[in-house]
């Protein structure tokens, strides 16, 4: 093989290798910030997840929305664990996962939502919205309520839609809901203390008897 033919080689190894590690980046959201919605995202009156009651009032107690816009990006678990929304990475599926379609509500600017099999005895619940041009944005629920409306967060306020003056918001694609075990786990001293209390009462009932 002369050079001519080996430098050309190489060079497209280093291309393919170059747009595979690209679309691995791309996947994997490497580049991103996580960033916290403006309070009227989750206000009474102006909340953009709600109970669904006369008053509008919020299903949410916090909101967090990734930029800059990614088209590619989808609402799935693994690209929500990897943002670690609300502080975690432990996110799992309700079987509830990219969900979409006008029909049922759950695209375009408005729609409803609901908890399937709910438990928050046991777990936290968010929900997940992907706007078509923008990033992931997610509501942490309050729990009190399974239900309720939903309003686009894909709006002037965080995102800026194509051609500005032309649209105020962006429709919602699809969204996910998704779950977290949120039952406390002892910490390790505590379990040492536990454990030194029962070590206590097996020798004095021992003491006892003997």
């Known amino acids: 093989m002369n050079s001519r033919l080996l430098k050309s080689v190489f060079a497209g190894s280093l291309l393919a290798a170059g747009l595979a590690l690209g ?14 919605c403006p309070d009227g995202f989750t206000t009474d009156g102006t909340a953009k997840v709600t109970i669904g009651d006369e008053e509008n009032s919020t299903a949410a107690s916090a909101c967090q929305y990734l930029t800059p816009a990614d088209p590619g990006n989808v609402a799935s678990i693994s690209n929500i664990n990897e ?6 990475s432990d996110w799992l599926d309700n079987n509830q996962t990219q969900i979409g379609g006008t029909e049922a509500g759950l695209s375009g600017q408005s ?7 709910a438990d928050f005895t046991q777990f936290e ?3 997940v919205f992907k706007g ?20 686009t967060p894909f709006t002037k306020e965080i995102f800026q839609p194509p051609g500005e003056g032309k649209s105020e918001s962006f429709d919602v694609s699809h969204l996910t809901i998704a779950k977290r075990d949120a039952t406390p786990v002892p910490e390790p001293a505590t379990l040492l203390l536990l454990g030194a209390g029962l070590l206590g009462l097996a020798v004095i009932r021992r003491r006892r008897i003997v």
């Open 125 to 127: 619940y968010m929900i």
């Open 111 to 117: 729609g409803t939502w609901m908890i399937e099999n």
């Open 23 to 36: 679309g691995a980046a791309h996947a994997a959201m490497i580049d991103f910030n996580l960033n916290a």
């Open 132 to 151: 078509g041009p923008t990033n992931l944005t997610a509501f942490l629920f309050n729990g009190l309520a399974l239900s309720g409306d939903w309003f």
């Open 83 to 88: 943002a670690k929304f609300f502080g975690t």
